[in-house]
């Protein structure tokens, strides 16, 4: 049975650098899942895998709190599972569902144990290692190799059935000097490329909230930018720039007047539907800017199949995850396509070709909750607010742009970075780092952005309420947290805190207590969803 006091003896026998170690690993070994099979084969692989689950158990132990997530996520997981039952290929939904429920644990356990905030560094690190590992990796093939390189193990490809135009698999096309496009360590470009593009928007975060070095964070930035550019991926590019634009209109929001978010909301809804749109009537005009065919680089022909194959079984096929290329329908559609692929090239095809109708709609509602939750926490913030939110939103719209012409976002490091985000984004109270004091305390009403109150010197304040309804009940401490972030990465730079010292007190505007209660829960109120807290609250009372 679990328990809060089984799990807090558990995790004071880890220590917080080894646990934040263990997630990064675990978020490398997801992410860059594809290279690890090519360099150590299946079998090593799943052995690898095992060991980051079992490190993950241990340095994450499960609680209830934890295990509090959206349930139309363990709606799509049961589906899932429940999907063997009429799978035409049973031994393969079988152990496909055995990996989602892995990589859902994987998610859930790390963010829930970590907290968003923490969780957000953590990600940060894991994306910075793939890509620097891409990189190296290309720098190897070009100066070591001389050549391109081939996996030293194969992988699914070899189990295509005859008839497709399946060309050798290459590891690196040794294009690095040339200009691109390079395949980085997963052997992939538009994989890569997405991973460059997850780092981008990661480093922006920590770099807006002062959480890692101001050159770590540009150099990382820098490096993701080159690695998008080396990839020349049309999908990533085209990602690339809704999150740009989606970016800038975060950031008007967050200044515009609260009675205009809403509506300034609903025209970037239909914005991205008229672009959608536009792109599909004027498809040759884009698809030319980008340099390719109209026919999405042959995606029309898999989506065709896989449209064919999805009508004709209204249940879905069975979860899969990567296709069986050697069990029908898949090598089906292989043959009618003629061309080689492991998935349908679009994650919501794809769902309706292994999940029926059913698990479509929980995946567009799962999708539409994560987009929700985010996007509502940006509309509640201010300038001065903490910039996480806008990071989820971000990530989640360069994931779900991804989707459109690749299926990985409901395998490996896809579904784990989905889940991820949806839990982040439902847990916005949980913001806090572990390092930070959370003082459950509310004001009497106050003049709007007029100074509270202090308790034990720390100065209180309460900004400018959104309306009612607005959610202002589930961001409680997102603007302090903007707030607090800053002032330590500036008293840091002075010399005035240390880098492990606690900082001041965030408030939680939705609790029901008044100033004078603030001091006396200080001692007692968790620290970012870890232990309670203790000596630290003396710590964060001498906040200038």
Not at 7 to 19: D, F, I, P, Q
Not at 43 to 63: D, G, K, N, Q, T
Request: one cysteine or more.
């Amino acid at each position: 049975m679990l328990t809060r006091r089984s799990g807090a003896a558990l995790r004071s026998r880890v220590s917080e650098r080894t646990r934040a170690g263990v997630a990064v690993a675990a978020i490398v070994v997801l992410i860059s899942g594809q290279g690890f099979r090519y360099l150590l084969g299946l079998r090593l692989y799943a052995v690898l895998c095992v060991a980051v689950i079992a490190a993950v158990a241990v340095c994450f132990p499960l609680s209830r709190r934890i295990l509090r997530v959206p349930p139309v996520l363990w709606a799509y997981v049961a589906f899932a599972a429940l999907g063997v039952t009429w799978s035409a290929t049973r031994p393969v939904t079988a152990l496909a569902v055995l990996v989602l429920v892995a990589t859902t644990f994987l998610s859930v356990s790390i963010v829930g144990g970590l907290g968003p905030a923490r969780f957000m560094e953590v990600l940060y690190r894991g994306l910075q290692v793939s890509v620097l590992g891409a990189v190296a990796f290309e720098l190897f093939v070009t100066f070591v190799v001389g050549h391109a390189a081939l996996p030293l193990s194969s992988d699914l490809a070899r189990l295509a059935p005859s008839g497709t135009s399946v060309s050798s698999v290459r590891w690196s096309e040794d294009m690095l000097l040339r200009g691109g496009p390079i395949q980085g360590f997963v052997g992939n470009r538009n994989p890569t490329a997405a991973i460059a593009l997850f780092a981008a928007i990661a480093a922006l975060v920590m770099l807006w909230e002062g959480r890692v070095r101001r050159l770590d964070a540009i150099a990382t930035l820098g490096t993701a930018v080159g690695v998008m550019l080396l990839t020349r991926s049309a999908t990533v590019t085209a990602a690339a720039l809704y999150v740009g634009v989606l970016m800038v209109a975060a950031f008007a929001i967050r200044r515009a007047p609260a009675h205009l978010r809403r509506a300034a909301s609903v025209a970037i809804v239909a914005g991205t539907a008229a672009a959608v749109v536009l792109t599909v009537r004027f498809r040759w005009f884009v698809f030319g800017l980008l340099g390719r065919s109209p026919e999405g680089t042959h995606r029309t022909s898999i989506w065709k199949a896989v449209i064919h194959a999805a009508e004709h079984r209204p249940q879905g096929w069975g979860f899969v995850g990567y296709w069986p290329v050697w069990e029908q329908p898949y090598s089906g559609i292989l043959n009618k396509s003629g061309l080689f692929a492991t998935h349908a090239h679009n994650a919501f095809l794809d769902v309706w070709l292994q999940m029926g109708l059913c698990g479509l709609i929980l995946l567009v509602f799962l999708v539409a909750q994560l987009g929700a939750s985010a996007w509502r926490l940006v509309e509640a913030s201010t300038p001065r607010s903490s910039s996480l939110p806008l990071g989820w939103t971000l990530l989640a719209a360069a994931l779900l742009t991804e989707a459109l012409t690749e299926s990985r976002m409901l395998v490996e490091g896809g579904w784990f970075l989905l889940v991820a985000l949806l839990v982040s984004s439902t847990r916005p109270t949980e913001v806090a780092s572990a390092r930070q004091v959370s003082v459950r305390a509310a004001a009497a009403p106050t003049p709007a952005g007029k100074p509270l109150a202090s308790v034990g010197g720390l100065r209180l304040a309460t900004p400018n309420p959104p309306p009612a309804n607005e959610g202002w009940r589930d961001v409680s401490g997102l603007d302090s947290l903007g707030d607090d972030t800053r002032w330590r990465a500036r008293s840091r730079r002075r010399g005035l805190v240390a880098q492990g010292e606690p900082s001041h007190a965030t408030v939680h505007r939705s609790a029901p207590a008044n100033v004078a209660a603030a001091g006396r829960e200080a001692t007692s109120a968790p620290v970012g969803g870890s232990a309670p807290l203790g000596a630290n609250s003396a710590g964060a009372a001498s906040h200038p």
